[in-house]
């Protein structure tokens, strides 16, 4: 199993979602978070005076996922996250040992299911 994270613009999260949809993915977190990277801050007008918001709005979007399916699901990402732009965002891929979903006590595959 792997976890796959990837920090996205929230302009293409309706896209992205549809798309994890096809691929058979139906539980993720998403959390809205705020970064700092090559996109340059926007200006933003508040009482009447300019100012840089030195911070990017992203979204986070984490799931657990059976090994066969990290290479689709990282080309559906690629494919819709993409604007083509700095700041489209980041895939990060981590090893997970062990699923254990607490209501049934499953463990492994069954458990992200």
């Keep these: 199993m ?7 613009r929230p302009s293409v999260f309706a896209d ?3 798309a994890l949809a096809l691929e058979g993915i139906d539980g993720l ?3 809205e978070i705020a970064g700092i990277g ?3 801050g926007r200006v933003g007008l508040f009482r009447g005076n300019a100012y840089t918001m030195e911070f990017s709005p992203k ?3 984490e799931m657990v996922v059976d090994d066969h399916k990290v290479e689709d699901i990282i080309q559906a990402l690629l494919e819709y996250a993409s ?3 700095v700041g489209d965002g980041k895939i ?3 090893p997970v040992e ?3 979903r607490i209501r049934t006590k499953e463990r492994g595959t069954v458990a992200i299911g």
């Design 59 to 61: 979204l986070k979007l």
């Design 92 to 94: 990060f891929i981590f």
């Design 38 to 40: 090559k996109q340059e």
């Design 16 to 18: 992205v979602r549809q």
């Design 98 to 100: 062990e699923a254990i």
């Design 2 to 8: 792997k976890k796959i994270e990837t920090i996205i």
């Design 83 to 85: 604007t083509g732009q």
């Design 29 to 31: 977190s998403v959390t």
